[in-house]
């Protein structure tokens, strides 16, 4: 037989242990990826976006779709540049025409449908370019919802997939909060960023990097102390999109404002 | 036991014999839960090396620079030495010999990536000289007058 006081002690103990969350526990920073040296792969790579050097050429882009075998004229891309135009009466307009694969060449805004919109010079209180890719989270919510395992983390961190596994479900596409995945127009299969595993994996650097006169996009192995992109990130003032969500993105960003999503 | 209970049951646990058998021959070797656990990481491993075949197209400018060396050299006496070659040149696979010769893109578009003028502040494109493209010689292509590889007005042509 139970007492009574044993009973409401482990009745206590047991709700007090069942309302500590997993997530609680664990804190992930990138000084502590680097730190995780005991770990099998000595490469976690991360990207490094210099927001101020971007001039918007869309060079990177255009490298992508060639490198990577996106059909050219389809309107998808795993890597694009968005425009941010603030004007002095306090709107934000935003765009990317066909991802920024030819550029940014007119000052016009794109507004897809309904035409678009030219600023006057002396309108515009700030403006800058924002390349955008695949995140390559620490905690991606695209291979949590991949029911058949055909998107996944590879061991360096990169998310991949597995074109032959892929059933062409889409979940992964709803679940990512970057809105970086997309159809493959030929295999029907989900598509992202893999920051050109093929590449990376021979000592290239990736397509968009190599393309980018400017030095705005910069890819690094944080688990190196000695990697310049590495350093940057641990010790300047870098910022991350979508914090809030808690997918640990591994793509920083130097000069990153609000209105950036 | 009964009869109609035991048939059944048989039935079942065939089924369940046979899924199993197809699954241990469909699902290939490498397939499982690997480094990341069960929610990152249950994939094929073999995938990997798979990305890692992908061919590589852009070559990079150290690729070119040692059979172009003239043209290597010029640009990088001028402020163009920071484009890639690929960038305007195309990509170079395995030139030369696949493609034998690259398609050089001499289109205005190209130029204009740069060289529309936007004075956008906090932006490095603000700092690059730019032309109206509406005012300066339109449908003309700009290598006609500007030489890409020495963009300063003594390249002129």
């Known amino acids: 037989m139970i007492s009574r006081r044993d009973f409401i002690k482990k009745t206590v103990i047991g709700v007090a242990g069942a309302s500590i969350p997993v997530a609680a526990l664990e804190l992930l920073t990138p ?28 060079m990177c882009v255009k490298a992508c779709k060639l490198e990577n075998e ?38 016009k805004i794109d507004l897809g449908t309904d035409g678009s ?19 390559q989270c620490e905690n991606p919510p695209c291979v949590q919802v991949c029911p058949v395992g055909a998107t996944y983390q590879a061991p360096d961190g990169v998310v991949l997939v597995d074109r032959s596994w892929c059933i062409g479900c889409g979940y992964c596409i709803m679940g990512c909060p970057y809105g970086v995945r997309f159809f ?11 920051f050109c595993y093929h590449r990376i994996n021979k000592g290239l650097q990736t397509a968009c990097v190599q393309a980018c006169p400017f030095g705005a996009r ?11 992109v590495a350093k940057i990130i641990t010790t300047e003032r870098v910022a991350i999109l979508k914090e809030e969500y808690g997918t640990k993105p591994q793509v920083y960003y130097i000069g990153l404002d609000k209105e950036v999503k | ?10 039935v079942v646990i ?7 058998i197809v699954r241990a021959f469909y699902v290939p070797k490498s397939f499982g839960v ?23 197209k852009y070559q990079g400018t150290d690729y070119c620079k040692d059979c172009h060396a003239k043209n290597h050299e010029t640009i990088m006496m001028t402020p163009h030495a920071i484009i890639p070659c690929e960038d305007c040149h195309g990509p170079a696979v395995d030139h030369p010999s696949d493609p034998a010769k690259l398609t050089i893109d001499k289109s205005r578009e190209l130029c204009l990536r740069c060289h529309y003028p936007l004075a956008y502040p906090t932006s490095g494109r603000a700092n690059i000289r730019g032309v109206d493209p509406e005012k300066h010689n339109p449908g003309m292509e700009c290598s006609l007058c500007h030489n890409p590889h020495k963009p300063g007005l003594e390249g002129l042509k």
């Open chain 2, 34 to 56: 690997h480094q990341r656990g069960y929610m990152y990481g249950w994939y094929r491993d073999a995938n990997v090396e798979d990305w890692k075949k992908f061919k590589v």
């Open chain 1, 218 to 228: 910069r890819i690094g192995n944080i688990k190196d102390p000695r990697d310049p």
């Open chain 1, 31 to 58: 000084r502590r990826l680097r730190a995780e040296k005991e770990d099998k792969s000595r490469v976690r790579w991360v990207f490094l976006v210099d927001t101020y050097k971007c001039v918007g050429c869309g």
């Open chain 1, 70 to 107: 996106i059909p050219y004229d389809a309107n998808v891309t795993r890597t694009w540049v968005e425009r941010y135009v603030t004007t002095k009466d306090g709107k934000v307009h935003a765009d990317t025409p066909k991802g920024a694969r030819d550029g940014f060449i007119t000052s």
């Open chain 1, 117 to 135: 919109l030219d600023i006057r010079k002396e309108d515009i209180d700030k403006a800058f370019f924002v390349p955008k890719l695949c995140n």
């Open chain 1, 184 to 194: 493959h127009p030929v295999y029907h299969t989900a598509e992202k960023c893999n």
């Open chain 2, 14 to 20: 065939l089924l369940v014999v046979l899924v199993l």
């Open chain 2, 1 to 10: 036991m009964n009869n109609h209970v035991l048939r059944p049951l048989l």
